[in-house]
Nanobody
Framework: VQLQASGGGLVQAGGYLRLSCVASGFTFSRYNMGWFRQAPGKEREFVAGVNWRGGNTYYADSVKGRFTISRDNTKNTADLQMNSLRPEDTAVYYC??????????????????WGQGTEVTVSS
């Protein structure tokens, strides 16, 4: 099982980035996908999730209206489009694959597999 996250980098406040997660080694289309982030000294927190079919998406309040999660089950990818970035979005971002029976999966316990993380830095 492998989840490879990419797309992080340094961006100015107000800018955008698109993170991508490529999955392999498991049946991607049967799992919910999520993005989490962890800032220095803080716990890992939920950012966005999409159910296994792609028909249901949900977001943390802090990113709602700015971030968009999507998935392509033909390519085994899950992306996170991040617009209007703020300094407080600075963190390492992780993609994860989780329990398809969970309707809204927002905790780390809802996810089985994790990627290695990609770092996002937003300067003010």
């Amino acid at each position: 099982v492998q989840l490879q996250a990419s797309g992080g980098g340094l961006v100015q406040a107000g800018g955008y980035l698109r993170l991508s997660c490529v999955a392999s080694g498991f049946t991607f289309s049967r799992y919910n996908m999520g993005w989490f982030r962890q800032a220095p000294g803080k716990e890992r927190e939920f950012v966005a999730g999409v159910n296994w079919r792609g028909g249901n998406t949900y977001y943390a309040d802090s990113v709602k209206g700015r971030f968009t999660i999507s998935r392509d089950n033909t390519k085994n990818t899950a992306d996170l489009q991040m617009n209007s970035l703020r300094p407080e979005d600075t963190a390492v971002y992780y993609c994860a694959a989780g329990d398809p029976t969970t309707v809204v999966a927002t905790t780390t316990l809802d996810y089985y597999y994790w990627g290695q993380g990609t770092e996002v830095t937003v300067s003010s």
